[in-house]
């Protein structure tokens, strides 16, 4: 197996979708969950499927760390949730965009992807969470339940729109 060394490109690009997904959560915080989340979902999408799983996986660690930091985020318990939440969008987004042979398959993908990342956060923030932290507020399971299914699809979609539109020179594929 061939080892991959990351590039300027790679880190470029890489740095400016984070940027620009800080851009939305600390810049739009004051609006609905649904619109950043979306915003931010689409931000990893388009970073996964530009330059792949490791792009979309840096700013979706980064994204919910920063917004610890910055008091955004204030439950520090469930980051960790988010990271892997954010990972496996990211990660299923792109093998079933590149496995599936069939005409529509980055919308399937997100799907799937949208399904499975709603999966992690529900499953962690309701058993898992609650098992080593007692009394979770039901805000936070609120948060962490279908609007997360909500901000996925409509990230998910709205990448893959700009996804067709950009060049194909654009894209790591």
Do not use: E, H
């Not at 979770?136 to 729109?161: C, E, H, N």
Request: aromatic letters at 10%; charged letters at 10%; hydrophobic letters at 55%.
């Amino acid at each position: 197996m061939k080892r991959k060394v990351l590039s300027t490109r790679f880190i470029t690009r890489t740095g400016l979708f984070l940027g620009l997904a800080l851009v939305f959560q600390i810049g739009l915080r004051q609006l609905s969950q649904p619109i950043v989340g979306s915003l931010v979902n689409l931000v990893l999408i388009i970073s996964a499927g530009l330059m792949g799983t490791f792009s979309g996986a840096v700013v979706g660690s980064f994204t919910p760390l920063i917004a610890l930091l910055i008091g955004i985020m204030g439950f520090p318990p469930v980051v960790p949730f988010i990271i892997i939440g954010n990972f496996v969008y990211v990660f299923i987004f792109n093998i079933l965009r590149r496995n599936l042979n069939i005409k529509g398959a980055s919308i399937t993908a997100v799907v799937g992807a949208s399904l499975a990342k709603y999966l992690v956060l529900m499953i962690s923030v309701k058993y898992v969470l609650a098992f080593f932290v007692p009394n979770v507020p039901p805000k936070i399971i609120a948060m962490f339940s279908l609007p997360q299914l909500y901000t996925a699809l409509v990230g998910g979609v709205l990448a893959t729109i700009i996804l067709r539109l950009l060049p194909k020179t654009l894209i790591k594929d």
